[in-house]
């Protein structure tokens, strides 16, 4: 879902779960400056609804998801740029004790 929502609004998406975190950048577009790119996180909260999460500009934010880099155009590269920090602050926080779920494939018989 992550992959169609930055697509069609040409936007970075954010997801926010217990079960999985994820960043979503727009796999067929040339990025525009990074101070006109738009960000927007939700939140799937208690297994049933998404809501909105505010985010600042130095707030961590997941990784990005794997099929970006796998299907994207070369022209979408410059998406990654601003956010590499903010990803690599991310990682560095969980440590290696973490249960966050950063893949975009998840198995729901392990959960």
């Not at 992959?3 to 936007?11: D, P, Q």
């Not at 217990?18 to 799937?44: D, E, M, N, W």
């Not at 990654?80 to 004790?97: D, Q």
């Amino acid at each position: 879902m992550g992959h169609l929502i930055a697509s069609r609004y040409n936007i970075v998406l954010v997801h926010l779960s217990i079960r999985q975190c994820l960043t979503y950048l727009p796999p067929r577009s040339v990025s525009p400056a990074p101070l006109h790119h738009k960000l927007i996180a939700l939140g799937f909260v208690e297994d049933c609804h998404f809501v909105q999460v505010f985010l600042d500009s130095t707030s961590l934010i997941p990784p990005i998801a794997c099929n970006w880099r796998n299907y994207r155009y070369q022209c979408a590269r410059g998406w990654e740029i601003p956010y590499v920090p903010r990803i690599e602050a991310f990682r560095s926080s969980l440590g290696t004790n973490s249960n966050v779920a950063t893949q975009e494939t998840i198995d729901l018989d392990e959960i």
